[in-house]
């Protein structure tokens, strides 16, 4: 009667999970973070090195953009800057995962610190986004006008900065379900 249970397809509860799959999951969680790391560092430096100088200025006047004139991008390099060294330093833990692949209490702290990361860069990336909203399109209810019309370069990059922060992201997303999918298993 065993025999046929096991030949049905059911699984005793007995059974010792796949280490091959966990170790799998803990290269690929490896992997995943040195991607993650370099998108925030990307987004990070695209946005803090963000600046830009009309070439109509006056000897008394100039017209600039520069990224610290808005306090919004200010918290969004701030948070990228943030996550990008967590991630660097959760390599370590991530490496220990792939040695010892029956670490249950140090997976669960990771899962802990990526939600808490992927809260701060996602507030980060959604509070850029609707500045370079506002700027791209203006909102004719508060009379602020776009000035992506003038400071063309500026809004790329800013643009661009937001591009890698979403990465970085949905590869959270995706770390917190691996990482989650690996404690259950054990």
């Known amino acids: 009667m065993k025999a046929g249970a096991v030949e049905s397809g059911e699984i005793s509860k007995g059974a ?21 790391a370099i998108a925030t560092l990307g987004s990070a430096l695209g ?4 600046r830009q100088t009309l070439p109509f200025s006056t000897q008394f006047v100039k017209f600039r953009a520069v990224f610290s004139d808005v306090p919004t991008f200010v918290f969004f390099v701030t948070s990228n800057s943030i996550v990008c060294g967590y ?3 959760s390599l370590v833990l991530s490496f220990f995962h792939i040695v010892r692949s029956a670490a249950v209490k140090s997976r669960v702290l990771q ?14 990336a959604s509070a850029a986004t609707a500045i370079v909203y506002e ?14 019309r003038q400071y063309n370069h500026f809004c790329k990059q800013i643009s661009g900065s937001l591009i890698g922060s979403f990465i970085a992201v ?17």
């Not at 899962?111 to 980060?124: C, R, S």
């Not at 949905?170 to 054990?186: D, E, N, R």
Request: a positive charge.
């Open 111 to 124: 899962v802990f610190l990526d939600t808490v990361m992927y809260g701060l860069l996602t507030t980060g």
């Open 135 to 148: 700027a791209h399109y203006g909102n004719s209810n508060t009379n602020w006008f776009p000035f992506c």
């Open 170 to 186: 949905v590869l959270f997303i995706i770390l917190i379900l691996m990482s989650a999918i690996s404690i259950s298993k054990h």
């Open 87 to 89: 991630l660097v330093l």
């Open 16 to 36: 010792p999970p796949r280490k091959g799959l966990i170790r799998g999951l803990s290269i690929m969680d490896f992997i995943l973070r040195i991607v993650a």
């Open 47 to 50: 946005m803090g090195t963000t």
